[in-house]
């Protein structure tokens, strides 16, 4: 904006003439002959190491005085510096950052480029880098071919002005470039020559005799570049207002860089402000996805749970059916052994304990690692959701909060999940199980037993006390069938004992399926209020860049429309 501020107030300022080229292409010496005396050093070497800006003095006295900046205001007695300023700058090629930069600060600020290059090497690289910078401006480009004296004949002269104006033309994109030749050197010894810088025309060309007769005059190519210059200057039939169109287009191209650069700037911030935009709306999903893949992972992890009760249950059934039998060596110890006795001792209990310890350690473990899974998933999930977050924030530009760097889960919180778990487990360890199977096998074997001796005893007192042998014989056989049913109860007793077992193991097996489905719920959950709660505003503030940078581009497009109506009405200008 401060170039475009300084074009608008150098329009009242004096037509300004900026001449580039590379250090050995002979601008100094073009200057001095555009000015008719020696004013600037010449030479081989690099002669102007800073920008100059050549202005009359009015007290006809040379003086030179230097900006902060490094540039040089310089006042000469030269009469054509009275109606145009000339900037000098070095040349294209200089390798020093800070005078390049400087000249490329002051090209937007020209109402008129003169690009002086050598004929024997036109359009070098450093040239055509320049040239590509200029173009981002919009600028007016005048080539002035120096040194045309070097060239062997006009034919190989008009072949390098043929060379350089397809150059420009694929450089500049323009097909009318205006090209050149001059020879500074013979036109400044001409000038010299005649011996004074004379004061006639705006661009003191000497208008006398002796510089009209003179042949290296003639032959330098100036009469046509000074002619050239006059009509922009001073207009004529063909180019009537030409100065002052190209002094209102400055500002006016500047403000078309600016709103060219604008464009690109805008359209790439509303690209990236879109993409900011999905990817933080993409969130929830990303959080359903993670979700559903907890949910796979952890039914794995439960199914295996289930796994080992059934296997558990199958031990109990196998332990059930090989004690639970009049065969059984067992039989003796739980009817005649006390009921007081310690009930792990017994050989049900025993076998219990022996044969579902492993399978008891392997659902603890199986527990408390599917905790520990949950709470590391979660929280490393919450802490990548939290960066993003925070990367998020500082690209808006605004105070992320809310939320604790510690992951959803995490710390205390995951260890009372896991102890819930544990805690189920723990309810149906194999001494608790194998003590309450014991008591149901020694019931067994006492009913049992009791029933058998209960159908010897009422054999024993019927044959004693019926006074036939008739009658004792169907004693017998009633205490038979009763000690035969009693038998017969055993299995039943077996089927009984086996179906409790299995609806225990059933009902633990759902317990803690349920309470490791609702650990990860519980997680989960708090995950993504975590997490939505950083995002959310997030979401919001990246909609309103958007709507801000697309108002902005509206804005743009506007003032760029307006700015092409301008442009139409200066290239009326008469």
């Given at each position: 904006m401060e170039l475009l501020e300084d074009a608008i107030n150098n329009l009242d300022e004096l037509f300004l003439l900026v001449v580039v080229g590379e250090f050995n292409s002979g601008k100094s010496t073009f200057i001095n002959a555009l000015l008719g005396e020696r004013f600037l050093a010449e030479g081989i070497l690099p002669t102007t190491n800073e920008i100059s800006i050549l202005r009359?003095?009015?007290?006809?006295?040379?003086?030179?005085e230097q900006d902060a900046?490094?540039?040089?205001?310089?006042?000469?007695?030269?009469?054509?510096?009275?109606e145009i300023n000339i900037v000098d700058t070095p040349g294209t090629n200089v390798v020093l950052e800070r005078q390049q930069r400087l000249t490329e600060e002051y090209i937007p600020r020209a109402d008129l480029v003169l690009f002086v290059m050598s004929?024997?090497?036109?359009?070098?690289?450093?040239?055509?880098?320049?040239?590509?910078?200029?173009?981002?401006?919009?600028?007016?480009?005048?080539?002035?071919?120096?040194?045309a004296d070097l060239l062997q004949s006009p034919e190989e002269v008009q072949q390098v002005v043929g060379f350089v104006s397809s150059n420009a033309l694929q450089l500049l994109g323009v097909d009318d470039a205006s090209v050149l030749p001059v020879s500074s050197r013979s036109a400044l010894a001409a000038k010299l020559d005649a011996g004074s810088r004379g004061t006639a025309g705006v661009l003191s060309t000497i208008d006398d005799e002796r510089l009209a007769s003179s042949e290296a005059w003639a032959r330098s190519g100036y009469p046509e570049l000074e002619s050239f210059l006059l009509r922009f200057l001073v207009g004529s039939e063909e180019q009537a207002g030409e100065s002052i169109r190209l002094?209102?287009?400055?500002?006016?191209?500047?403000?078309?860089?600016?709103?060219?650069?604008s464009e690109q700037q805008l359209l790439g911030d509303l690209s990236s402000a879109e993409k900011d935009l999905k990817a933080l709306e993409m969130v929830e999903a990303q959080l359903g996805a993670f979700r559903a893949e907890m949910d796979r992972d952890s039914a794995i992890q439960r199914e295996s749970v289930q796994r080992l009760v059934r296997s558990a249950v199958g031990r109990a059934e196998g332990i059930v059916d090989r004690e639970l039998q009049l065969s059984s060596s067992s039989l003796s110890t739980y009817l005649f052994g006390s009921k007081a006795a310690e009930a792990a001792e017994q050989p049900v209990a025993r076998a219990v304990v022996s044969e579902t310890s492993d399978i008891?350690?392997?659902?603890?473990?199986?527990?408390?690692?599917?905790s520990r899974w949950v709470t590391r998933n979660v929280e490393r999930q919450v802490a990548s959701y939290r960066a993003f977050a925070e990367s998020r924030a500082k690209a808006l530009g605004i105070e992320l909060s809310g939320g604790s760097s510690e992951g959803a889960g995490g710390g205390h919180e995951g260890e009372g999940q896991e102890a819930t778990a544990l805690v189920t487990v723990s309810e149906l360890q194999p001494a608790s199980v194998a003590v309450l199977l014991n008591e149901d096998v020694?019931?067994?074997?006492?009913?049992?037993?009791?029933a058998v001796a209960g159908a010897a005893a009422l054999e024993a007192v019927g044959t004693a006390l019926l006074p036939t042998t008739l009658e004792d014989l169907m004693?017998?056989?009633?205490?038979?069938?009763?000690?035969?049913?009693?038998?017969?109860?055993?299995?039943?007793?077996?089927?009984e004992t086996k179906a409790k077992v299995q609806r225990v193991a059933a009902n633990f097996s759902r317990e803690v399926s349920s309470r490791m489905e609702a650990e990860l719920e519980e997680s989960l959950n708090a995950a993504t209020a975590q997490i939505m709660s950083q995002v959310e505003p997030l979401i919001q503030a990246a909609r309103a860049e958007v709507e801000r940078i697309r108002d902005n581009e509206a804005r743009r497009a506007a003032l760029s429309e307006q700015l092409e109506e301008v442009k139409e009405a200066t290239m009326s200008v008469k």
């Open positions: 009359w003095a009015e007290d006809g006295q040379q003086r030179a900046d490094g540039m040089y205001q310089r006042y000469l007695p030269a009469d054509l510096l009275r004929a024997d090497r036109p359009f070098t690289e450093s040239e055509v880098k320049f040239l590509k910078y200029i173009r981002q401006w919009g600028k007016k480009v005048v080539f002035v071919l120096n040194k002094k209102l287009q400055t500002p006016l191209a500047i403000a078309d860089a600016l709103l060219g650069a008891s350690s392997e659902l603890q473990k199986i527990v408390a690692e599917h020694r019931e067994s074997f006492v009913v049992t037993g009791s004693m017998t056989a009633v205490a038979g069938v009763f000690a035969y049913l009693a038998v017969l109860n055993l299995p039943l007793r077996r089927a």
